[in-house]
């Protein structure tokens, strides 16, 4: 269960950018997050709900975009089929992982005065 | 004032404000922190992953046991409660201290960094950083290590490669250990384990051993000492758990 610390982290993330922009509340935060990230959107999600209270995020939402794993051969670009040997049928160059393993804050909307 | 009802009317603005940051940015920064230590004192750190119970702390003995005192090794060991696994590698010749997790499932580079702190470990070859037992957390913390290694029991099924792809995905190396077990597992199949790597991992780098009989442990020390050569000159492999560039 590491996504209470990744919330912590984002808190951490969201009130520095709130003291630069400085910001009365925040309204809406949006993540990226890859099927190989190791982090599950879920979990993420009610561990976010649950710390949120007490934080500038009080009343704000969490959406969270969800980003699947896309693999490309590192030779030829081709995209290579899901759940298979990871490797090019055509030229037999190795995998290269395009998207999928993003943990990113995206963007923050806040209330400004 | 509003004219109409008599409440309060406020200049609410809301501002979009694009960040695009990496959210374990902060642990990435303690774990470049972390690999600038290592490579200035030429210590290679391994961060060394697996299920309980697949052989860490038993791979760490054995490894020390082939080594015959020829490289200086350290280890840090994640544990949630106990002192059993550094009292275990202090037992073989291992400079060894527990960091303890509590209920924390994973280590972070900022553990790492605070454990550095209390160990005398810049004059050792080798720092093995055994990670808590555990297929899911660690894998998303780089912990300022040049390679991560990651251990299968044959014990445990050949198809956890699939249930966990991110872990061994982040592999540089993986370790089928027990494997002195084989002749009493006739179900399970060494081609298909390393086919259910190789659609998990784009370049499977695989080894088999048994820390109990030995058998295996000279190509795993071979690996170390190819890792060692790289480490004065930054690693040649430099492990990046951040999104790779596209």
Known sequence: MHEYSIVQALFEQIEHQAAIHQARSVERVVVRIGELSGVEAALLQTAYLTFRERTICARAPLEIAAVAARWVCRNCGATLPRGRVLRCESCGGAGRLAQGDEILLERIEMEVA | MCGTCGCVETDKTVVPVDVHERILSGNERQAEH??????????????????????????????ARALEGRRGIGALAGDLATENDADRLRGAGIRARSITTGMACHLDAAMVHHALHHMAWNDLDYLFIENVGNLVCPAVYDLGQAANVVLLAVTEGEDKPLKYPVMFNR???????????LPHLPEISLPRIHDALARVMPAPRVLELSARTGAGLHAWIDWLMEQERSVADGPLHQVQLVPRPR
């Open chain 2, 171 to 181: 592999a540089d190396l993986v370790l089928i250990t027990k494997i002195d077990l």
């Open chain 2, 34 to 63: 972390n690999r600038h230590h290592f490579r200035d004192s030429c210590v290679l750190a391994v961060n060394v992953m697996g299920s309980p119970g697949a052989g860490k702390t038993a791979l760490l003995e054995a490894t």
